[in-house]
């Protein structure tokens, strides 16, 4: 495990977004290793949240905190004599603390979650074009689309929704050139160079491969979203009749 | 002590009657009454009767203690000034919000519950009634300025 | 003892601040457009600050009242009537049971908002009562209000009961009865001149070309017909990059301006999306955030920079102005 603190001389960028948020920024390009960074600053933030931070949102590269600038002056005027210093000046320099404290380590280890997938047939109208565009054949893009391992490298555009990386380039097919109205939640897909699931009905230009009876979106439950920013996640074929028989035991 | 309606009454009894001089003293109240005579107003009350008039040649100079004084103005049998003042402390704005037209203008009509002006305090706008029957003749007090509580801000005409 | 609609108005929904500590898995914030008169509202009437109210957009509802209630009404002029008579803003009401609240035209800014003693009888979903309206999630089942839904009212707190009493005590043949004081609503777009909208730079402005720059700081722009709850679409100038950039999607933040590809700028409101790709040139300050949301398509605004230390100072003033505000109204109500 990488051992490299995290200090700001390291090539990281802090940013005010705003009176009441901050980016901080670990890299100019998506990779697992530069993830691992925001990924352990986001533990650390679940673990040690500080007074006046209300959120953090991790994404490929970067998090943002958001902060609340009342609570942030109100604790840190007390303490300061000099000067009148910015609730970002303050929140910039309890960040930095956090960072001197962490390294790449505190990422832990990536939880890994299997989604079940049911290809094709009536589930996957698509599979067939992602084929044929890539000269394969329908089994092949389901061997190489489940043997994948993707990194989970932030969860936006719908609740639950996983922006996910790793997908092998063979089966990488453009969006739909008219996007369909409305998606059924669970439609996994393809879009380029991504792939993701569907949580929630939604209108969208991806190529639909399959679908998975999980719900990856939970409202009444604690977390909410099934999948998390640092998750691995492997899809795993299944038939119609088990896709029925999940979705039974689901209701 | 004497109210506003005692004296306006005793005003009224001397003037009808044919005495010449009067003068009654209660307390910190005083008053003189001179028919056809030149008196010179000493007191700030006939000072502030801005075109005060009175038909007869009888003028009235009286010591009255704050408020009172205030509340007594002297004019025409039929019309008296009357003084709209500031029931609490506060900014005084003559219109509800900042672009819309005043409450009121000079020469307009007024009835008991017209708005008249908005007092702000704690960021709370307060709205003053007129609480008289008359017309507007003069706005005492500029659009944001800091009032007092008893402050005159308008000057009616009663009906 | 409900609210029952005869109406539902063009967009009438349930929203309070706004669901916080959610948005890392996907869940937006919504809560109401136009914050600071939502606050207003509640204040008003004795609630909490972020107690859930209805915000109303342009073409409010028809309300029959079915209990005695204590009310208050800010945000925009939207003619808010009873009785065909016009009831006061940014006041507590007090209105009688049988009641038909009605709106009418709009006068002035365009979302309106309507707090009642006690509050709205709604689930919270995640910790929030606001409605998220693409998700179905939260506020009135999900969804913007339609007719014949019935809104359950919760029982006013004691410290409203007295305003509502008192006010219900000196009510006679007259349909509501008010107070004499009120607040103020300077926040509300005045009609004619172009707005002027202050904003921070964003994080890509300086990637912006020169004309593009200028352009931003000197023209106005206006409010297109696509503006919705999740963001504002402007018209103007078209804003271009002086260079191409690979832009890595990165969560946004509310009153965040962005730029696509067609150049013309977005606001980001509250039901943006959490994280976005597109070129950032300025950040609204949140202050005028709510200024923002009471302007309507075809309204001009100008923007004109303020720094960070300034956007902070003015937020933290009219935080304390709301304290204030909120120990007047306490005042008053004893």
Redesign the interface.
């Known amino acids: 495990m990488n051992q490299t603190p995290l200090s700001v001389n390291a090539g990281i960028e802090m940013l005010p977004v705003g009176e009441s948020a901050i980016v901080i920024e670990f890299g100019k390009t998506i990779s697992p290793a530069i993830h691992q960074k925001v990924r352990a600053l986001a533990r650390y933030l679940d673990s040690y949240p500080f007074p006046g931070m209300v959120e953090y949102v991790a994404a490929y590269t970067s998090i943002t905190v958001f902060y609340d600038p009342v609570i942030i002056k109100n604790r840190n005027d007390n303490q300061e004599k000099a000067g009148n210093r910015l609730s970002y000046t303050i929140v910039s320099g309890l960040i930095e603390e956090c960072m001197s404290k962490l390294d790449d380590s505190f990422a832990g280890q990536a939880r890994i979650v299997e989604i079940p997938v049911c290809y094709g047939g009536d589930f996957g109208p698509d599979i067939e074009y992602v084929a044929e565009y890539n000269k394969l054949t329908v089994s092949e893009v389901i061997e190489i689309h489940s043997s994948g391992q993707y990194l989970v490298y932030m969860i936006g555009f719908a609740p639950g929704f996983p922006y996910v990386g790793g997908m092998s380039e063979r089966i990488s097919t453009p969006r739909r050139q008219s996007p369909r109205m409305s998606i059924p939640a669970g439609t996994v897909g393809i879009a380029g160079m991504q792939t993701g699931v569907y949580p929630i009905v939604t209108p969208g230009g991806w190529q639909l491969i399959g679908r998975t009876p999980l719900a990856l979106f939970r409202p009444n439950e604690y977390p909410p979203s099934l999948l998390q920013s640092g998750d691995i996640v492997r899809f795993c074929p299944i038939s119609y009749k088990e896709f029925m028989d999940y979705k039974g035991e689901g209701q | 002590m004497l109210t506003i309606d005692d004296i306006r009454e005793i005003i009224k009894l001397v003037d009808q009657s044919s005495i010449q001089q009067f003068q009654l003293e209660q307390g910190a109240t005083k008053i003189s009454i001179g028919k056809n005579a030149v008196v010179t107003p000493a007191q700030p009350i006939l000072d502030e009767v801005h075109g005060a008039k009175t038909n007869k040649e009888a003028a009235v100079t009286a010591t009255v203690p704050g408020r009172l004084a205030e509340e007594l103005v002297v004019a025409d049998k039929q019309e008296e000034l009357y003084k709209i003042t500031a029931p609490m402390v506060g900014t005084f704005y003559a219109a509800p ?3 819309a037209a005043a409450f009121v203008k000079i020469g307009e009509k007024i009835t008991l519950n017209t708005v008249v002006c908005v007092l ?8 003053v ?1 007129a609480q008289v029957n008359g017309e507007i003749v003069e706005i005492l007090v500029k659009d944001g300025e800091f009032v007092e509580y008893g402050q005159p801000l308008f000057l009616v005409k009663i009906r | 003892m409900s609210i029952k609609v005869l109406r539902p108005g063009l967009l009438t929904s349930i929203q309070d601040l706004g669901r916080y500590g959610y948005q890392k898995h996907g869940v937006i914030v919504s809560g109401a457009m136009d914050s600071y008169s939502l606050r207003m509202a509640n204040l008003l009437v004795g609630n909490k600050e972020d107690q859930a109210v209805l915000e109303i957009t342009l073409v409010g509802p028809a309300l029959l009242i079915e209990k005695d209630i204590l009310l208050a009404i800010t945000g925009g002029d939207l003619s808010p009537t009873v009785g065909g008579k016009p009831i006061p803003m940014y006041r507590p009401v007090f209105l009688k049971k049988g009641c038909i609240l009605q709106f009418g035209a709009r006068k002035s800014g365009c979302r309106s908002y309507l707090a009642i003693a006690g509050g709205y009888n709604i689930s919270e979903v995640m910790r929030s009562a606001s409605t998220y309206l693409r998700a179905g999630l939260g506020g009135f089942e999900g969804r913007a209000l339609q007719v014949d839904d019935v809104l359950q009212l919760k029982d006013p707190q004691e410290k409203n009961a007295s305003l509502l009493r008192q006010l219900a005590s000196s009510s006679s043949a007259s349909s509501y009865v008010s107070t004499k004081w009120f607040l103020g609503r300077s926040h509300i777009p005045q009609e004619g001149e172009p707005v002027k909208i202050r904003v921070m730079r964003g994080r890509q402005f300086e990637q912006f070309s020169g004309d593009s720059k200028d352009a931003f700081w000197n023209c106005p722009f206006q409010v297109s017909s696509q503006s919705d709850r999740m963001g504002y679409r402007l018209s103007g100038t078209a804003l271009k990059l002086a260079e191409p950039l690979e832009m890595i999607s990165e969560a946004v933040s509310l009153g965040t301006v962005q730029v696509p590809p067609d150049g013309n700028p977005i606001i980001l409101l509250a039901d943006r999306q959490t994280v976005g790709g597109y070129p950032k040139i300025a950040q609204v300050a949140l202050v005028d955030v709510a200024v923002v949301a009471q302007l309507k398509p075809g309204s001009k605004i100008c923007f004109q920079e303020i720094s960070l230390r300034e956007a902070e100072r003015l937020y933290l003033i009219r935080e304390q102005e709301i304290q204030t505000l909120q120990r007047a109204i306490r005042l008053k109500m004893q």
């Open positions: 919000e900042p672009g702000e305090v704690m960021k709370l706008f307060n709205e009634e």
